[in-house]
């Protein structure tokens, strides 16, 4: 079965500094990997998605996850928080098969970035 | 470009009532979704269409009922609401995708406020 795991219900950083928000994943076979945000009262936006190729996959608003295999993590990244970062995020993975295939979501992490 | 719309956006039912939530998609997508998102326990999986007229369970079905009689259109129905059912839910789209090339992210809706009391 699949699973997602986000170990941090929510992360804190200093605007300016680098965020990390960590996600680890478990599928049978090939993942495909996704970050969603969500800002308060609306749906969830896509930010960045890993399908093939290239580890470090860059998103939406200077966002980046890198994908490790051996460590089975897709870890969300970006150089220098912004207070508008704060938000809740989502991993979410699903199974490169052919046919239907789950989306499952992790938990969600809250990143509070103060100023 | 509209997306992924859901209505209503917010509902308070008393327990037993009935309502259907709709959600629509102007994207061509084949694949559409419910969700429920509850404190602490991400998105759940309600149930899903992988094209017109064919819908399936998810995670958590209990209670609840979908139609997809037109591509465009994702119904679900609560025949008798219960406290339990009190959550924020989601439709989202997406195309279907046999292997890497063709598959996409999933679109979501805005939510819908649901509270049984």
């Known amino acids: 079965a699949q699973s997602v795991a986000q170990p941090e219900d929510q992360v804190n950083v200093a605007e300016g500094n680098p965020l990390t928000v960590k996600c680890t994943y478990s599928v049978s076979g090939n993942p495909y990997l996704f970050w969603y945000v969500q800002y308060p009262n609306r749906g969830l936006q896509f930010l960045l998605k890993?399908?093939?190729?290239?580890?470090l996959v860059k998103g939406s608003y200077g966002f980046e996850a890198e994908f490790n295999k051996s460590q089975t993590s897709f870890h969300l990244k970006k150089p220098s928080a912004l207070v508008s970062d704060s938000a809740l995020y989502f991993c979410?993975?699903?199974?490169?098969?052919?046919?239907?295939?789950?989306?499952?979501f992790g938990t969600g992490t809250r990143l509070l970035v103060s100023p | 470009n509209a997306g992924v719309t859901q209505t209503p956006k917010f509902r308070v039912l008393k327990t037993g009532q009935s309502m259907t939530l709709l959600c629509a998609q102007d994207m061509n997508h084949e694949y559409m979704y419910w969700y429920r998102q509850d404190p602490g326990m991400g998105l759940r999986l309600i149930h899903y269409?992988?094209?017109?007229?064919?819908?399936a369970k998810g995670e958590v079905p209990d209670g609840y009922n979908v139609s997809r009689l037109k591509k465009q259109n994702f119904l679900l129905g609560l025949e008798s609401a219960a406290p339990s059912q009190t959550s924020v839910y989601f439709c989202?789209?997406?195309?279907?995708?046999?292997?890497?090339?063709?598959?996409?992210?999933?679109?979501f809706g805005q939510g819908t406020r649901l509270t049984v009391v």
């Open positions: 890993y399908i093939t190729g290239d580890n």
């Open positions: 979410a993975v699903r199974a490169a098969n052919t046919g239907f295939q789950k989306l499952v």
């Open positions: 269409s992988v094209g017109e007229g064919t819908t």
């Open positions: 989202a789209s997406s195309y279907t995708g046999v292997g890497a090339q063709g598959y996409t992210e999933a679109f």
